[in-house]
């Protein structure tokens, strides 16, 4: 069982950043770490994913260009977020996938999942 941390949200202004971060218990068997977010009332979105024995990255449209997602050494994966608006504020999460053949956009694909993190990015 992989434990997943994330940390780094508040409230920032529109046109703001943020970097969030996902601590890993352990990254020895995951394959994919990524981001979600879920705004009230909407379904969890895909933030982008990092393959983590390459680094290699992929990101869901509506923040492709305005967030990066990157690694460390150690156990942690960051989602650095700029140009933020509003439309942005959701809880987001921290996911991991000891399999490679998922889709990345699925939920469903994800067996490790972080208690998630407040964004609110004010108008």
């Known amino acids: 069982q992989v434990q997943l941390v994330e940390s780094g949200g508040g409230l920032v202004q529109a046109g703001g950043s943020l970097r969030l971060s996902c601590s890993a218990s352990d990254t020895f068997s995951l394959y994919y770490m990524s981001w979600f977010r879920q705004a009230p009332g909407k379904e969890r979105e895909f933030v982008g994913a990092?393959?983590?024995?390459?680094?290699?990255t992929h990101y869901g449209d509506s923040v492709k260009g305005r967030c990066t997602i990157s690694q460390d050494i150690g156990n942690t994966m960051y989602l650095q977020m700029d140009s933020l608006k509003p439309e942005d504020s959701a809880v987001y999460y921290c996911?991991?996938?000891?399999?490679?053949?998922?889709?990345?956009?699925?939920?469903?694909?994800?067996?490790?999942w972080g208690q998630g993190t407040q964004v609110t990015v004010s108008s």
């Open positions: 990092i393959r983590w024995s390459t680094g290699s």
């Open positions: 996911a991991a996938s000891p399999l490679w053949g998922i889709s990345l956009f699925n939920t469903a694909d994800y067996p490790y």
